[in-house]
């Protein structure tokens, strides 16, 4: 079977970094994305790792291990609008559709 | 840019009625989903379509159907809408790669 597992809620300060862990099992590994969603709108996509290591995109960035089934999104100098949910998705098995964890709340603070 | 247009942002309906939710998008994308997002449950996948005409049931199916006549156009049909398909009601499409999502459509059946 397949499951993703992230935390449910985490708390930061304006200014700071914060890492949002995932961890999943798959069979059959064909990448995982990150997606961000603000209250009450759609999700966006962030990221895709398909390769273990890090990739890097301005203030956030992307990590994974498919050794260890381990993935985080690392969010450096955050602002007030990175108040968000963060979403970790892998794809089904040899299809377009995606497995979608329950995401990670964030909030920061002044 | 991908396009997603979902016909609504709001929708109020009554139990029992017939509900059509509409979404087109502007990419030539192959792949169309239909999820719905409740506190706590995170996105679950109601149908999906990988081509005109074609469709694959998702994890929660029962009461809904869908319609894709045209490769743009996905339709999710609540063929008699009951209290608890009050929810948030987003699609996507894709094509090989991640899915991009409309702005969703909060409907709320009285």
């Known amino acids: 079977g397949q499951n993703i597992d992230q935390p449910t809620e985490m708390t930061a300060t304006e200014g700071a970094i914060v890492q949002i862990n995932c961890t999943y099992q798959?069979?059959?590994?064909?990448?995982l994305f990150w997606y961000q969603q603000h209250a009450g709108e759609a999700p966006t996509f962030l990221s895709y790792?398909?390769?273990?290591g890090l990739e890097e995109k301005g203030r956030f960035s992307s990590f994974l291990s498919r050794s260890k089934g381990y993935s985080y999104l690392l969010l450096k100098e955050l602002q007030m609008k990175d108040s968000a949910s963060y979403l970790c998705a892998v794809p089904s098995y040899n299809t377009d559709k995606l497995i979608f964890g329950t995401g990670t709340r964030l909030q920061v603070f002044p | 840019d991908v396009k997603v247009t979902q016909s609504s942002r709001y929708l109020v309906k009554r139990t029992g009625e017939k509900v059509f939710l509409e979404c087109v998008q502007d990419?030539?994308?192959?792949?169309m989903f239909w999820y719905r997002q409740d506190p706590g449950l995170g996105l679950r996948l109601i149908y999906f379509?990988?081509?005109?005409?074609?469709?694959e049931k998702g994890d929660i199916p029962e009461g809904y159907s869908v319609s894709r006549e045209k490769k743009e156009r996905f339709s999710l049909i609540l063929e008699s809408a009951s209290t608890n398909q009050t929810s948030m009601y987003l699609c996507?499409?894709?094509?090989?790669?991640?899915?991009?999502f409309g702005d969703g459509t909060r409907l709320s059946i009285l």
């Open positions: 996507a499409s894709s094509f090989r790669g991640p899915q991009h």
């Open positions: 379509s990988y081509d005109v005409k074609m469709k």
């Open positions: 990419m030539d994308h192959e792949n």
């Open positions: 790792n398909v390769l273990d």
């Open positions: 798959t069979s059959g590994f064909n990448g």
